[in-house]
């Protein structure tokens, strides 16, 4: 039975309710995408991926793959990883695979590990807990323990485009929720009504805006707006989980337009409740910054973190005291100290990140001093060297500043470059 303004693919089915991204009641035989109409490829699929759902089909469980892994696919970037979800309790899939290891106790998953380090990580389908189940539940981390089916699991997930299921035995893709459309629009938006579920979990927020800026997708009018009136809420999400989204996304390969979203949003202001005081007065150039270390910077080396961390202070601190001239080490550092004190008090960031973070500052007002300065040997003997010149290329490129001052650093480093060591033979 077909009702007025029910999208293709949705049937009416009375006695059951589901909530549509549109805000329509009503409950839908999926939308099944066949293989001549969608770009996935089998083939880009992790094999030991494949190997989890093939041993759960074979066993008689109903498994897919989910989430990221089929986004990105499906918009032709390689994923990270690849998860699984299926009808199997987490003690099922257990016994299935000795290579497997429950983990978690709020939200109970099953990683099964493989030779190279490949982690297949198998999630249950999931439902909301019935009002009288959360009365007699003793701990309520365990309300997200619930079992169901793959309709009532994929309401439960953030967004439309994190939602669609394939199903590598027949090459289908399965959409209960509009993805698949939302992914050829390229727009964020979230599953059932965003205010209701950005109160439940704040930190959604974040993820809508690295989403879109990663993806170059557009967030929902619906999404944007709730982001507007409920970032206040960002503050009351686990500082931890705040920590490990803003650092994923200054490692996203998208953290200028991420930055400047969060700003235009008004969510950098509840994230950084502190820091942003010496951030969003220059946003411009911090955006311009973060930009250019996007393209330029090895966001996979050790002090990654740590140079994306700075570049949010650098204007600022520049501003404060202009590295050069009369501005001397300890004034510098003084401001430096400050200003990562600001970072210490909104995220619970380790001491070492900080630490490193106030080295590359320092060591930025060092590269500008020049190689002949005094200390400067001991500077090019630091770890933290290579990072701090990587930093100031990203500096003058951002500002087309002179590249003068790099110049007799870079000749120091080709001249004091140690010479490769050679195995010689074994004298008899």
């Not at 939200?107 to 009365?135: C, D, M, Q, W």
């Not at 120091?412 to 004298?427: A, D, F, G, L, T």
Request: charged fraction near 30%; aromatic fraction near 10%.
């Amino acid at each position: 039975m077909k009702e007025a303004g029910v999208p293709p693919g949705w049937m009416v089915m009375p006695g059951k309710e589901c909530t549509h991204p549109e805000g329509a009641s009503w409950v839908s035989y999926p939308r099944i995408i066949p293989r001549s109409e969608h770009s996935l490829s089998r083939n880009e699929v992790w094999p030991e991926a494949l190997k989890v759902i093939r041993r759960l089909s074979n066993f008689g469980y109903t498994a897919y793959l989910v989430g990221g892994g089929v986004r990105d696919l499906l918009l032709g970037r390689r994923p990270k990883d690849f998860d699984v979800a299926t009808d199997a309790t987490p003690e099922e899939v257990r016994k299935l695979f000795g290579n497997s290891r429950i983990i978690g106790r709020r939200f109970r998953l099953v990683h099964v590990y493989f030779k190279g380090g490949r982690i297949v990580e198998v999630s249950t389908f999931r439902r909301a807990p019935r009002p009288h189940e959360l009365e007699s539940m003793e701990d309520t981390r365990m309300a997200n323990n619930f079992f169901g089916s793959p309709h009532q699991d994929v309401m439960r997930r953030d967004f439309t485009i994190n939602a669609l299921f394939y199903n590598p035995g027949d090459f289908t893709v399965i959409d209960y929720v509009g993805g698949w459309g939302d992914l050829r629009r390229r727009v964020i938006r979230s599953i059932g009504e965003p205010r209701a579920r950005f109160a439940e979990d704040p930190v959604r927020m974040t993820r809508a805006v690295e989403f879109a800026s990663r993806l170059g997708f557009t967030l929902h009018s619906q999404v944007e707006e709730a982001i507007r009136e409920e970032g206040w809420r960002i503050s009351r999400a686990s500082p931890e989980r705040l920590k490990e989204e803003v650092l994923g996304i200054l490692l996203s390969g998208a953290s200028g337009r991420a930055v400047k979203l969060m700003a235009e949003l008004g969510l950098f202001q509840h994230l950084f409740p502190h820091s942003s005081e010496v951030i969003l007065p220059y946003l411009q150039d911090v955006v311009n910054l973060l930009v250019k270390a996007d393209g330029s910077l090895n966001r996979e080396a050790p002090y990654a973190p740590a140079q994306f961390l700075s570049l949010l202070f650098l204007p600022g601190i520049k501003a404060a005291k202009p590295f050069g001239g009369r501005v001397t080490l300890g004034e510098v550092m003084e401001e430096v100290f400050v200003v990562t004190e600001f970072l210490r008090e909104d995220l619970p960031l380790p001491a070492h990140l900080l630490h490193s973070t106030r080295e590359l500052l320092l060591g930025l007002w060092r590269v500008v001093k020049g190689p002949r300065a005094r200390g400067a040997r001991r500077f090019r003997e630091r770890n933290y060297f290579r990072a701090a010149l990587d930093l100031f290329k990203v500096d003058t490129l951002a500002f087309k500043e002179d590249r003068s001052l790099l110049e007799p650093w870079m000749e120091e480093v080709r001249r004091r470059r140690k010479p490769p060591y050679r195995n010689h033979p074994r004298r008899r």
